[in-house]
């Protein structure tokens, strides 16, 4: 991990990120400073340095992408987190949405299906001090062992909201999803305000890579 070096350079275009993150509407001030904690380039390959602080999605391997900022800064407001709230993460991908999280001072689970992402992000985030815990596995079952969680993000785009994952939502907790089948999906806010009450809110479009089922071996990963 000899190349995880946060200079000057880096520190002056992720401050200029956060400004533009908070031009385009982002408002809480505890996500931007998380945004400004967590080195996004070392998230990324080494090839898209110079690109780590720019509004966009890029490949992280096994088909998959680091989230747009912009859109983590969304989800994140969405899911408005306070410290030591137990957060459900689905898709850990590269690590960087997951480190936001823990930056928050929530205590995170993390779940990523493709076996090679998992190993790498667990390195990365190890290296990186945060303390979550991430799994390897199919993030349609949730976590059942920590369930309740009192907020889920969904980090990949599902065709409908997982049964399992409403049930692992505490009461008084919020779940934030993308939900299509399509290029795009909408953004959910589901509260869970008793045992069988639930509300929903569409929070605007988005694409992100599909949530699919089953888990990937490292051994059938095509590179
Ligand atoms: N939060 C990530 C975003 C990665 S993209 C980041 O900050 O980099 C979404 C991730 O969801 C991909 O890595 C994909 O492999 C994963 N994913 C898709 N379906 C999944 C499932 N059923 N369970 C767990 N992870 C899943």
Known sequence: MDHLKDTYRHQGKRKLLVEEL?????????????????PRHFFM????DDLAYTNGAFHIGSGQTISHPYTVAFQTELIEL??????????????????????????????ERHQDLHVKATQLIKHLKYDPRLK???????????????????????PDVP?????????GGIMVIPVGEGE?????RIKRSSEVDFTSEELGTFKFVPMLE???DIKDTKR
């Open 214 to 216: 089953r888990r990937v």
């Open 45 to 48: 390959d080494l090839a898209l």
């Open 22 to 38: 908070g031009e385009m509407g982002i408002k809480d001030q505890r996500v931007l400073n998380a945004f400004n904690a967590v």
């Open 184 to 188: 795009e999906q909408r953004m959910l």
């Open 82 to 111: 306070t410290p030591k709230l137990k957060v459900l993460e689905i898709g850990t991908g590269s690590g960087f949405q997951t480190c936001i999280l823990c930056e928050l001072g929530a205590r995170v689970y993390s779940i």
């Open 136 to 158: 390897y596995g199919d993030g349609y079952q949730g976590w059942p062992s920590y369930a309740p969680f009192d907020r889920i993000l969904v980090t990949c785009g599902a």
């Open 163 to 171: 049964e399992e994952l409403l049930k692992q939502l505490a009461v």
